[in-house]
C-alpha cells in the first residue's frame, strides 16, 4: 500500500498515512492529533523495487 504524507492545517502538525487506493480516492483524510479535516498533501519522493528480467 502507498504512503501519503500530510500537513494537518489546523494544527500544523505533518503525519504520514498507509492507504489503499480505494481509501485515497474517496479524500477523506483526517489528521490524527486534532481529527480535523482540513489537511493537504505534501509533495514528497518515492522508491519502487522492480525485478529484473534477463
Known amino acids: 500500500m502507498p504512503t501519503y504524507e500530510f500537513m494537518c492545517v489546523k494544527c500544523n502538525k505533518p503525519f504520514t498515512?498507509?492507504?489503499?487506493?480505494?481509501?485515497?480516492?474517496?479524500?477523506?483524510?483526517?489528521c490524527p492529533?486534532?481529527?480535523?479535516?482540513?489537511?493537504?498533501?505534501?509533495?514528497?519522493s518515492f522508491q519502487t523495487i522492480t525485478s529484473k528480467k534477463g
Open 17 to 30: 498515512d498507509t492507504l489503499t487506493i480505494s481509501k485515497y480516492e474517496k479524500k477523506k483524510f483526517r
Open 33 to 44: 492529533k486534532c481529527k480535523s479535516t482540513r489537511v493537504k498533501q505534501q509533495i514528497t
